[in-house]
């Protein structure tokens, strides 16, 4: 099997961090004669009438503008909308970015040197684009405020959850703090406020097994071997409420809120669990997630250094936390 070869550097520079569009044309197919052909696209803006979802004008838009990041470009420069489709040729666009709604909350970088960022990122921003989340992310925010085009995220977080994440700063350190986490080598310790159960015995320790699909909402517990795992310790109650610290083992998507909805003390304000609520206006930012990625410990792979970061933030429902201060 002929394996494809490397993307070439871009040659458009990012746009408010967000990289563009790169593409390689399909393979020549044979046609009856023996000949080749690029399946019926004449042009390059042949192709992308039919590949992209918008009308021919806004196509026909990609070509134009004067400024260094604007237009359709291949490896030998900037092409025209008359271009020949040339099969395999790489081709880089920017896409018109959507219109979105600015998370009102700091993203703050709590630690910075040359192989790392840590930042602490509120509820409701995503970490990276993906959907309808794209310039409104942790990953573009840092990259066009530090100037660090290459930054990539080490590990995920929920969009609606606050906290630590780690980002690596150069692309040939990236394998080796991604594994941190792949390896189980990173003490995480988030901090979530939930219903307080003067029934429920704490310290304990959930584990089942998780499953996610891609076209589905949330994570569901099915017959099997365990593969998540997580200690929940009660931290502080104030009324019907308590304040847990939670130790997860691994790392499943959804894994904490559904070790705690299992519980009987779903966290508060979580969309998904126990129940599936209608999907808040990209506007409203009322009612955060009460879950916080608190604490990151590992050894740096690289320096062997012992590092240790906390977040800044607190929960707005923490039990017994002065009504005066703000939410942050």
Not at 46 to 63: G, K
Not at 103 to 109: A, E, H, M
Request: proline content about 10%.
């Amino acid at each position: 099997m002929r394996r494809r070869p490397a993307a070439p550097p871009s040659p458009l520079p990012q746009r408010l961090g967000v990289d563009p569009v790169r593409r390689r044309l399909p393979a020549a197919d044979r046609g009856e004669d023996g000949g080749e052909d690029g399946g019926g696209w004449l042009t390059v803006r042949d192709y992308l009438r039919e590949l992209l979802p918008v009308d021919a004008e806004s196509v026909d838009a990609l070509f134009e503008g004067d400024g260094p990041g604007d237009g359709v470009h291949g490896t030998d420069g900037r092409l025209t909308a008359d271009s020949p489709f040339v099969p395999e040729a790489w081709i880089w666009y920017h896409r018109d970015l959507p219109s979105e709604v600015e998370v009102p909350f700091p993203l703050t970088v709590v630690h910075r040197d040359e192989r790392i960022v840590v930042a602490d990122k509120p509820h409701f921003l995503s970490i990276a684009p993906r959907g309808k989340h794209v310039t409104q992310t942790a990953l573009a925010l840092l990259r066009h405020r530090l100037g660090l085009p290459e930054l990539s995220p080490a590990h995920r977080l929920d969009r609606l959850t606050a906290g630590l994440v780690l980002f690596v700063v150069r692309p040939q350190d990236r394998r080796a703090y991604q594994e941190l986490f792949a390896e189980r080598r990173v003490r995480k310790e988030y901090r979530a406020v939930a219903p307080y159960r003067p029934g429920l015995e704490l310290p304990c320790t959930v584990e089942n097994r998780l499953v996610k699909e891609r076209t589905e909402l949330t994570a569901r517990e099915v017959p099997g071997e365990a593969n998540s795992r997580s200690v929940v310790e009660l931290l502080t109650r104030d009324g019907r409420w308590g304040g847990y610290r939670l130790l997860p083992e691994t790392g499943k998507t959804h894994q904490l809120r559904v070790h705690l909805a299992g519980l009987g003390i779903p966290i508060a304000n979580d969309p998904l669990y126990p129940c599936v609520l209608p999907e808040q206006a990209p506007d409203d930012f009322r009612d955060p997630l009460q879950l916080l990625a608190h604490t990151l410990e590992f050894t740096d792979p690289l320096t062997g250094s012992e590092l240790r970061f906390e977040s800044t933030r607190q929960l707005a429902h923490w039990p017994g936390r002065p009504a005066s201060d703000p939410a942050l």
